[in-house]
């Protein structure tokens, strides 16, 4: 939510800075805006609206100086409209910021009632009164910061500069990612790697409580009391091409088109051949404490969630061990009680997700082992759990989360084969079985990528419908559930997911001849009982799209449209279902002619709860 990002170097500071908001837009699009030095005044310029707007705007303006900052907003506080809009400039200091202030009303209190007058709806232009405020009683930019941050409550990030300082940068993170770009003698601050990838590949993370200075390209960092601390400099390794649309429309359609490679990125290194086995590499967690865990408790949120649930059953199944799955922001507030030798899973692409964040830090407080499933490396989740498996499937900009999702359900099906053959639960034959579906995965996606003009086509058919029902059973029903997702977040029409068995109890009245039914029928132990269910829409008029393996001519015969993918292993049956779920949700939106990447009301990374 939100993206900042700050220059300070030997170029312009325009034109870098809004080729950071550009990669960064993907975090928020609501509004736009930049401070940056001329001739030693700090100009503001903001627009409503996606980041092109702000782009016209600073058209022909030219700023002569070192530094700068920019952002791109998701709207907490206030309307998306150009007043509430970063950077907020009070007196010489302007900030932008990423999170939540909490005592946001007793600040505003204060100020208002000091005859402070308000600009905007935002708790943002707070921080920079409480900022200008010590500036002007003479504090550096860092002590003012220093003097401000124990005045502020919530999980926020800033990012500040000073009329009166123009060769410094301050940011302090509490919660939303702050990272800080180490150039060629030019430094950015910014809230996701994206946006410094293109200028270095050396890179310091903040963690929580944490300050960093900019002066003159000198970069220090303290604690929140203002020791000065050591950090560790990263090397990147993530191309600048990974975050390209590479010829593709979309980043979701060339994410989609990502996901072979993505899994046999997944699965590398944590593969053995001879004899064929899962032993995962660097987990964090040693193999006794994977042989005696009782309990496994998965959380996420969204698509991750998804992910986490198809996890449920194959863990079950697989491991024998009692598993439970739970959406971040319901199990955080729950009264729990957790066996203490329940080993806690964390999924999130980001990394950054606030729900899931604070789970995290919950149940490592209660004691428990934590083992987190992240696609981004060095994220906050990746870094405070116990243990990691990564997903490795290059980075996500689109919204819509695709490649993602079956990588981490890749990654949880190497957790759980890898604990089954410690555990013993299941025969050398049966793991050898599950382990080859998942080694045939990524040239089987490719099979199924090859009907994406068949939903091109059909997308056209389809453009009338306004209600959509996802059904599944056993393993594939959380794949009805991203099915529903995916089209409601980027078509914006209205869908929903269920277990095919659970329709006679209420969402069969939904059905007649204006409901498409998108089935997920693979041949695998429910499958007559999935097609019964199937035949009681058919029944009411429903018109059946059918997602079925290999040859049926069975189910072909009672769907409007039939499609197969490759005949395989049931645990490999989610992933390549998710195929054709979201080729049709890509062609659906673009039919309807959705901003496909940059969906309404939607950020990529939700930093805040
Ligand atoms: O980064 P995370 O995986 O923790 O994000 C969780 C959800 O916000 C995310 O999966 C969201 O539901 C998807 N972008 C939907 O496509």
């Known amino acids: ?76 506080h206030g309307e998306p409209n150009e007043k509430n809009a970063h950077p907020h400039k009070v007196g010489g200091v302007a900030i932008v910021h990423n999170g939540i202030i909490e005592n946001y009303g007793s600040i505003q209190k204060r100020l208002v009632s000091e005859g402070v007058e308000l600009k905007s709806e935002t708790d943002s232009e707070l921080i920079a009164h409480l900022l200008d405020e010590k500036l002007r009683e003479g504090a550096t930019l860092l002590k003012a910061t220093l003097e401000v941050i124990p005045k502020l409550e919530g999980a926020y990030s800033i990012l500040v500069v000073n009329e009166k300082e123009p060769d410094s940068m301050v940011a302090f993170k509490n919660g939303p990612p702050m990272l800080v770009g180490l150039g060629n003698k030019e430094v950015i601050i910014a809230s996701d790697i994206q946006a410094v990838i293109t200028r270095t590949p050396r890179v310091v993370y903040l963690d929580d409580g944490e300050i960093v200075t900019s002066i003159k390209g000198a970069v220090k960092f303290y604690n929140s009391k203002g020791d000065e601390i050591r950090k560790d400099v990263h090397e990147v390794k993530w191309s600048q091409a990974m975050a390209e649309k590479a010829g593709f429309d979309h980043f979701m359609q060339k994410e989609i088109f990502e996901q072979p490679q993505a899994l046999r990125q997944t699965m590398e290194g944590h593969l053995e051949h001879e004899p064929l086995r899962v032993v995962l590499k660097s987990s964090g967690l040693t193999d006794d404490e994977y042989r005696n865990f009782k309990r496994i408790q998965l959380i996420a949120c969204g698509t991750s969630w998804h992910a986490a649930m198809v996890a449920k059953y194959v863990f079950e199944r697989v491991t024998g061990i009692p598993t439970d799955v739970d959406i971040a922001s319901e199990f955080h507030y729950r009264h729990l009680t957790l066996d203490p030798q329940t080993l806690a899973v964390t999924v999130s692409q980001s990394g950054e997700t606030a729900d899931t964040l604070a789970c995290l830090r919950r149940v490592k407080k209660m004691g428990l082992r934590t083992l987190s499933v992240c696609n981004v490396p060095h994220s906050s989740i990746d870094r405070e759990a116990h243990g990691r498996i990564y997903t490795n499937a290059g980075a996500e900009i689109g919204v819509c989360s695709t490649k993602s999702f079956t990588a981490q359900i890749v990654a949880l099906e190497l957790l759980s084969f890898h604990m089954a053959r410690l555990r013993k639960s299941c025969s050398d034959e049966e793991l050898k079985n599950y382990i080859s579906g998942l080694l045939a995965l990524p040239g089987q996606v490719e099979i199924c990528l090859n009907h994406d003009k068949w939903f091109r086509e059909a997308a056209q058919s389809l453009t009338k419908f306004r209600g959509f029902l996802y059904l599944g059973r056993g393993v594939n029903f959380p794949v009805a559930l991203e099915g529903a997702l995916k089209l409601k977040e980027i078509t914006y029409l209205h869908a929903e997911g269920y277990p095919s068995g659970e329709l006679k109890h209420g969402p069969i009245a939904l059905v007649d001849n204006n409901m498409i039914i998108v089935a997920l029928a693979p041949k695998d132990e429910l499958y007559e009982k999935n097609i019964s269910n199937i035949q009681e829409v058919k029944a009411r008029g429903g018109q059946i799209i059918a997602i079925g393996s290999g040859d049926d001519q069975g189910l072909e015969k009672i769907s409007k449209h039939y499609l197969s993918i490759p005949e395989a292993v049931w645990s490999a049956n989610p992933v390549l279902e998710s195929i054709p779920i979201q080729l049709l949700s890509y062609h659906l939106a673009v039919a309807l002619n959705r901003d496909v990447d940059q969906p309404r009301n939607l950020a990529k990374s939700v930093t805040v709860e």
Request: proline content about 5%; charged content about 30%; glycine content about 16%.
């Open 1 to 76: 939510m939100c993206g900042i990002v700050g220059y300070w170097g030997p170029e312009k500071p325009k034109a870098i800075i809004l080729d950071g908001l550009r990669r960064l837009e993907y975090r928020g699009y609501d509004s736009t805006g930049v401070a940056i030095f001329d001739h030693g005044q700090l100009k503001v310029e903001r627009s409503p609206g996606k980041l092109h707007r702000l782009e016209e705007k600073l058209r022909g303006i030219e700023f002569e100086g070192p530094t700068g900052i920019g952002h791109t907003r998701w709207a907490t």
